[in-house]
């Protein structure tokens, strides 16, 4: 009955790699958020959607590309892994938008990505 | 551009004080306040979220409150227990996405 839910919970590659990590949530919120935690613990956003629609894209390599088939839904693609996108990566969902006056967001567990 | 500042950055207390934990915001155009707690290895709970026309909000042993004038949010901690022990971060949403502080990590002696 998990409501945000990431797979896969550890990630370890190699330089030059693709992958993706997948997150789906069963609260029925209409948005959805991916957001980075560096190594110094700083947790900054990298996108946000609305009912499958991009409303958010923060300064982020072109090599990252969100994809929502559904609104519970949002996966993460990175192309060309590199050293330094080694972090946590949180996913996260709300009902309103970002902004809206009481949007609480509901966090996933994180997924951790180690780029060798 | 928004900067949320945290302080202290860790912090490590014997069980059963009250303790306050300080937030504070450069841009006073926000939507809401809100604060989350991060334990090892997890995501974060959403712990309190204030709106911005609002001064306080509480749950439990747990009482955040908003000055948007001065740019600062806290979140006290009443009678501290070691479960009590994580991060905490606190985030301030306005016409930049939502932005947060590096967080406070908590340390409840038993």
């Known amino acids: 009955d998990t409501a945000v839910s990431q797979t896969p919970k550890y990630l370890v590659t190699q330089m030059g790699n693709d992958k993706s990590i997948k997150c789906e949530q069963n609260?029925?919120?209409?948005?959805m958020y991916w957001y980075k935690q560096d190594s110094k613990k700083f947790l900054k956003i990298m996108f946000s959607?609305?009912?499958?629609?991009?409303?958010i894209n923060e300064t982020v390599p072109n090599r990252f590309s969100p994809k929502s088939p559904d609104k519970a839904h949002l996966n993460l693609h990175i192309n060309s892994l590199e050293l330094g996108d080694s972090a946590v990566y949180f996913c996260?969902?709300?009902?309103?938008?970002?902004?809206?006056?009481?949007?609480?967001?509901?966090f996933g567990a994180g997924s951790r990505l180690t780029v060798l | 551009k928004q900067e949320v500042t945290q302080i202290p950055a860790a912090l490590s207390v014997p069980e059963g004080e009250n303790l306050v934990l300080n937030c504070s915001f450069t841009?006073?155009?926000?939507?809401?306040l809100q604060w989350f707690r991060q334990d090892p290895g997890k995501g974060l709970t959403s712990l309190l979220l204030?709106?911005?026309?609002?001064r306080e909000q509480t749950s439990g042993r747990l009482n955040a409150s908003l000055d948007k004038s001065s740019g600062r949010s806290t979140l006290y901690i009443a009678a501290s227990q070691p479960g009590d022990s994580a991060t905490y971060l606190c985030?301030?949403?306005?016409?930049?996405?939502?932005?947060f502080g590096k967080g406070t990590r908590l340390s409840v002696i038993a």
């Open positions: 996260a969902s709300s009902k309103g938008r970002e902004g809206a006056g009481a949007n609480v967001l509901t």
């Open positions: 959607y609305n009912n499958k629609e991009l409303i």
């Open positions: 609260l029925g919120h209409d948005t």
């Open positions: 985030a301030a949403s306005g016409n930049t996405p939502l932005v």
């Open positions: 841009d006073s155009a926000i939507y809401n």
């Open positions: 204030i709106q911005s026309s609002q």
